[in-house]
Each structure stands twice: as structure tokens, then as C-alpha cells.
Nanobody, 119 residues
Framework: QVQLVESGGGLVQPGGSLRLSCAAS????????MGWYRQAPGKEREWVAM?????IYADFVKGRFTISRDNAKNTVYLQMNSLKPEDTAVYYC???????????????WGQGTQVTVSS
């Protein structure tokens, strides 16, 4: 089994910064991609950024958010700068992983971490 544990959320003023972390643990053979989604109140979950063979971003975070990975620690980070009130959401880590002794890849989700941008 796999666990994705997120941390780093909180309350920040508009224009501020936060850094989210997500660490994967378990019987991991290979992590193919790690990324971030978010879900604001009353809205559907939306994709934010992904790190795999390439690094890609949703248009609404380009130039403000940076995704990075530490492969030795099975950890992905999301550095969020110039935060806006509309960035307020629960942020979820997602990873596509091949487990040991398993022949297929599967998606896993973290429990989510709240980010609130407000003055």
C-alpha cells in the first residue's frame, strides 16, 4: 500500500507565499508522476501542476507556482508565491505509482491540506 502525506498549508495574506510538501511511502517500485490538484468550496477538483518526464502547470498558476521533486525522498513540493484569494482551496497531492510485485500503475491521493488566502 501507499500513503501520501501532505503538509504546509495554512492561512496567508494576499501576495504571500506558502510551500506545500507531499511525501510518498510504502511498497514503492517506481513513482511515475507526482502532482497537485485543488478543490475550492462549491467547485470541482482541478489540476494545478504535474512533475513527470516534464513539468507542466495550469495556466492560472504559471509564473506564480513552482513544482519540484526530491526523488530520493519520494517527495514533491509546491512553492506558491503571489497568492491570491482565489487560490483558497484544499490542495491534494496525486501520484502515479508502480508498487513492488505489481504489474500495473495506479493513482493515489493524499488527504488534502487547506490553503486560505485572506487579509
Amino acid at each position: 500500500q501507499v500513503q501520501l502525506v501532505e503538509s504546509g498549508g495554512g492561512l496567508v495574506q494576499p501576495g504571500g507565499s506558502l510551500r506545500l510538501s507531499c511525501a510518498a511511502s510504502g511498497s514503492i517500485f517506481r513513482i511515475n508522476t507526482m502532482g497537485w490538484y485543488r478543490q475550492a468550496p462549491g467547485k470541482e477538483r482541478e489540476w494545478v501542476a504535474m512533475s513527470g518526464s516534464n513539468t507542466i502547470y495550469a495556466d492560472f498558476v504559471k509564473g506564480r507556482f513552482t513544482i519540484s521533486r526530491d526523488n530520493a525522498k519520494n517527495t514533491v513540493y509546491l512553492q506558491m508565491n503571489s497568492l491570491k484569494p482565489e487560490d483558497t482551496a484544499v490542495y491534494y497531492c496525486n501520484a502515479n505509482i508502480r508498487l513492488l510485485l505489481v504489474s500495473s500503475d495506479n493513482n493515489y491521493w493524499g488527504q488534502g491540506t487547506q490553503v486560505t488566502v485572506s487579509s
